[in-house]
């Protein structure tokens, strides 16, 4: 049960501080993030999720 709870907590976290976390990337390394970075994390996030349940 822990292993589908904290992923939620995880993916939770970063949906309620997503603009605070652009914010320092830009900030940090003077780039923007853009939806290609967004859809690899989300990729690797659904594949981590699909290991963790089979």
Request: hydrophobic share 70%; aromatic share 22%.
């Amino acid at each position: 049960m822990i292993k589908f709870i904290i992923p939620a907590i995880i993916v939770f976290l970063i949906v309620l501080f997503w603009e605070k976390i652009q914010e320092f990337f830009y900030n940090k390394f003077n780039i923007k993030m853009n939806y290609i970075v967004l859809a690899i994390f989300v990729v690797i996030l659904t594949i981590v999720m699909a290991l963790l349940y089979f």
